[in-house]
């Protein structure tokens, strides 16, 4: 199967001596309009290598170039070599391509025997999965799927806020003014409620964190009564997230959160120790990081208890014997990045070589249009409720636009759920952003909604036809431009895909099925598909289904769902 940009690399190759086909090929553009031709290589940075101008270049091997079956005419404009595609051959690969290759294409088997961490979520314990959360689990949740799409063994994680001395606190005032049964009615709010009546007390009565610390050492110390009130604070918790990923169709391989290191972190100090790494500062255990240009990291509190960054550094040792990853990825907000920079140094300063293979993919705030998130003002907007929310605003948009669009409540689940996931993965990801209901919701412009419903017009199309649908058709009823623009664009989807990994950014894949659906209802607005002519009826079909088909594999890799109907 011929690969135009393989084929044109080639012919280029053989008038420029000096680069490699790979470098040309990475060079190869897309022209601003079809006039100009399908695609353009720039002569720019051969002027050294060849002393003439980009000009005179371009015009010389546009002459020199020949024409073939693949391309049909190559001219000079302006210092880029143009080419024209046989439009015919573009449509008979890509089609046939994703018609056989179905729920495989875009997929690739590049990481194969690699192991790939993704550690997303990680929410805390007795504390709200709020709409702030929503960013790593839907981001972490993306990459994964982008990831084992190229073949890579991927294993997800969710490192649970399940530790710290905030479960001493937990545990006094739970004693002191906690009742049962109304904490398991409601555990996070009432959880919550507790813990910030914890604060207000104790800051006219000091002691009482006294208090929180000895319950903190007692967890630590295996005693009984306070592993047994963790454990419950965390098995309710944790059935609170698990509506919310439920709702999102998220899973994880692993809940190996903070409180499953705390065994692990006596063999870690005691390493740091043996390689010289530890120091005593004010009482404290400290390891020194300013060869780093860091601040020093806190391994060990005076009284001996320990600290998040302890956890990640005892984490990642046990990740790399458990997993032997070739990459562990953590998504977590951009006011960790100086965690993250003193734990992958203290991991370099041990002497392990994979400190290069831990990577801190960071994120921007999310916003409520009415002002910012504080979990201490009490306005927290509870991630669950804004996807009921969005399920129901949908509902509402649905029943007015089509009544009778099959299962109702699943479907504006879907597609409500679904805005608001595709609304998160839609800006590069540093990008701090507000959260409206408006812009998420609509059916119009460059949302979630508008994706879906490109996705199901193409069903509905292929049900009013009722056909069978296949690739062999006769390929140049699919060489005008409209056809032309959405083959292209779904050519380009495994080389989109490899982007985004690259980057560790998915949204590359939103705009490339936002690329492909505004190509395709351009196509869909100007050529009616169910035609008479049985044979362009054919083609047409096919290359529906083609955008079908690819559309829903892009959904799908963005942790979206793709309804039929809606
Ligand atoms: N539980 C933390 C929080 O909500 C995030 C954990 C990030 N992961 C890590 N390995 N430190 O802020």
Not at 22 to 36: A, G
Not at 553 to 564: D, R, S, V
Request: aromatic share 10%; net charge negative; with cysteine.
């Amino acid at each position: 199967m011929t690969d135009f940009k393989d084929v044109i690399s080639e012919s280029l190759k053989k008038e420029i001596e000096d680069m490699t086909v790979e470098d040309i090929k990475s060079l190869i553009e897309v022209p601003p309009n079809k006039e100009m031709g399908d695609y353009a290589f720039p002569c720019f940075k051969l002027a050294k290598i060849f002393r003439k101008s980009p000009n005179l270049i371009a015009e010389e091997m546009a002459q020199k170039i020949e024409t073939t079956d693949s391309i049909t005419k190559v001219i000079n404009l302006g210092g880029y070599v143009n080419f024209f595609v046989n439009k015919d051959e573009l449509a008979k690969k890509v089609i046939r391509q994703v018609l056989s290759e179905k729920e495989h294409y875009g997929k690739s088997d590049t990481g194969k025997g690699k192991n790939v961490i993704v550690e997303f979520s990680s929410p805390n314990i007795a504390k709200p999965f709020h709409i702030g959360h929503i960013r790593t689990t839907v981001i972490g949740n993306a990459l994964y799927k982008i990831y084992e799409s190229q073949g890579y063994n991927t294993i997800r994680i969710n490192h649970l806020g399940d530790y710290g001395t905030q479960f001493g606190k937990l545990i006094v005032a739970y004693k002191l003014w906690g009742d049962r049964e109304v904490i398991e009615k409601n555990p996070i709010q009432e959880l919550l409620k507790l813990y910030v009546r914890f604060h207000e007390e104790a800051e006219e009565k000091p002691e009482m964190e006294d208090e929180a610390r000895e319950w903190f050492s007692k967890l630590e110390n295996e005693d009984e009564e306070a592993k047994e009130l963790w454990q419950w604070f965390r098995d309710e918790s944790l059935k609170e997230f698990q509506r919310v990923y439920d709702l999102l169709d998220i899973e994880f391989d692993s809940l190996a959160g903070e409180s499953f290191y705390s065994d692990k972190m006596p063999a870690v100090i005691e390493e740091l120790k043996e390689k010289g790494l530890l120091q005593e500062s004010k009482g404290a255990m400290i390891v020194d990081l300013e060869d780093e240009n860091l601040p020093p990291a806190l391994i060990q509190k005076k009284d001996g208890s320990t600290l998040y960054i302890t956890r990640d550094i005892t984490a990642g040792i046990y990740r790399k014997k458990t997993y032997d990853f070739y990459k562990c990825i953590y998504v977590v907000g951009s006011q960790q990045i100086l965690h993250f920079d003193q734990y992958f140094a203290v991991i370099k300063k041990m002497g392990y070589p994979w400190y290069k293979d831990l990577i801190h993919v960071p994120f921007g705030m999310v916003a409520l249009e009415e002002g910012t998130l504080s979990t201490r003002r009490g306005r927290v907007v509870f991630l669950e409720d804004v996807l009921n929310q969005a399920a129901e605003k949908t509902k509402e948009i649905i029943l007015e636009k089509n009544p009778n669009a099959g299962d109702l409540d699943e479907i504006s689940k879907d597609v409500g759920v679904g805005a608001v996931v595709f609304q998160e993965l839609s800006n590069s990801r540093i990008k701090d952003y507000t959260f409206s209901w408006d812009r998420t919701l609509s059916f119009e412009g460059e949302t979630g909604p508008y994706v879906q419903y490109t996705h199901a017009r193409c069903c509905a199309v292929e049900r009013k036809a009722n056909e069978e649908i296949t690739s062999d058709i006769d390929y140049t009823l699919l060489s005008d431009e409209d056809a032309s623009d959405v083959l292209k664009v779904i050519e380009t989807f495994n080389k989109s895909i490899l982007l985004a990994m690259s980057k560790n950014e998915p949204h590359i894949v939103t705009r490339f099925v936002l690329d492909l659906a505004q190509a395709f209802n351009k196509f869909y607005h100007n050529s009616p598909i169910l035609v008479d002519d049985p044979e362009l009826r054919k083609a047409r079909l096919a290359l529906v289904e083609a955008t079908r088909q690819t559309l829903e594999n892009g959904l799908k890799l963005l942790g979206m769902k793709a309804p039929k109907q809606m």
